[in-house]
């Protein structure tokens, strides 16, 4: 466990960290001030804001995509495991769990290789927006680099369930005290 505590407390980790939370804090508010200017520019002063979708369409993608990421890291997506609810040994919940990851693993290096030639497609024939021409790769890179960084934090989980030799046993925060309620 510890060579995990290394990785995750190394420079670089906590500055993909960092980064993630800026992404997802800076998109917020840039959707945010985007659809209230475009609703008073519309309501208050009659007026359009022409290019919103398109602008709205990129910091969305940034949005969605780190929020997956970020998400990945804490491994606190939604999931529908119901097996390992269902078996209460140790070992098979962390079976279950390396399972569950390799599976996700597999599945987003399927998805990083199409995000690689979706990416190179649109390279190739510089595709643009219809109204304000801002090249289609800024909307469309988030897709890529989220899949790229989905696919690192899975290894990341794989290791650190593959090397905790405590995985799937109880905590002390999750058993109550003799008479205690809940």
């Not at 993630?20 to 002063?45: C, D, N, Q, W």
């Not at 997956?68 to 769990?97: M, Q, R, V």
């Not at 030639?117 to 890179?141: A, C, D, E, R």
Request: aromatic share 14%.
């Amino acid at each position: 466990m510890k060579i995990m505590a290394k990785i995750e407390n190394s420079i670089v980790f906590r500055a993909l960290l960092k980064v993630e939370v800026a992404v997802l804090i800076i998109t917020s508010v840039l959707a945010a001030a985007f659809v209230f200017a475009g609703v008073f520019l519309r309501y208050v002063l009659k007026s359009n804001f022409f290019g919103q979708e398109e602008i709205l369409t990129v910091v969305a993608m940034w949005l969605y995509w780190m929020g997956g990421i970020y998400g990945t890291y804490e491994n606190s997506h939604i999931k529908g495991d119901l097996l390992s609810s269902a078996f209460k040994s140790p070992k098979a919940k962390k079976t279950i769990e390396l399972v569950i990851l390799v599976v996700s693993f597999v599945v987003i290096l399927v998805f990083c290789i199409w995000g690689c030639q979706y990416m190179q497609f649109n390279l190739t024939f510089k595709s643009v927006t219809t109204g304000l021409k801002i090249p289609m790769y800024l909307s469309q890179l988030p897709l890529l680099v989220g899949f790229i960084m989905m696919e690192l934090y899975t290894v990341f989980h794989i290791f650190r369930v593959a090397t905790d030799k405590h995985f799937g046993e109880p905590k002390e925060t999750d058993v109550l005290p003799e008479g205690g309620d809940a």
